[in-house]
């Protein structure tokens, strides 16, 4: 069973940046797509970001010029550079593997698609 552990949140100041890592292991076939989804206090979880195995990537409105997706299948690790970083993106940030499904689907950014969940790191940018 899929593995997946984030690291890299911490208290930021607006307009600070901050690294998102997340280790994945466990995996007997690696997952065709891995993303990065966020939850606030009394909001449903949505989703950020997500990367397929062959690069593409699907970004939030709200994030897209400001975030970056990126892999390193050597590593199996799964990164998220968020810099511009405002007040509404403080959230718990969760790391997910989806293996299978098509991109058209997946690209949708649906949790409901993502088998795999990490714990989650916290994310808090003051004013």
């Known amino acids: 069973q899929a593995q997946l552990v984030e690291s890299g949140g911490g208290s930021v100041q607006a307009g600070g940046s901050l690294r998102l890592s997340c280790a994945i292991s466990g995996y007997t076939f690696r997952p065709y797509c891995l993303g990065w989804f966020r939850q606030a206090p009394g909001n449903e979880r949505e989703g950020v970001a997500v990367?397929?195995?062959?690069?593409?990537?699907s970004y939030a409105d709200s994030v897209k010029g400001r975030f970056t997706i990126s892999q390193d299948n050597a590593k199996n690790t799964l990164y998220l550079q968020m810099n511009s970083l405002k007040p509404e993106d403080t959230a718990m940030y969760y790391c997910?593997?989806?293996?299978?499904?098509?991109?058209?689907?997946?690209?949708?950014?649906?949790?409901?698609?993502?088998?795999?969940w990490g714990q989650g790191t916290q994310v808090t940018v003051s004013s």
């Open positions: 990367i397929n195995s062959a690069g593409f990537t």
């Open positions: 997910a593997a989806a293996f299978s499904g098509s991109w058209a689907s997946l690209g949708r950014r649906r949790p409901t698609d993502f088998a795999a």
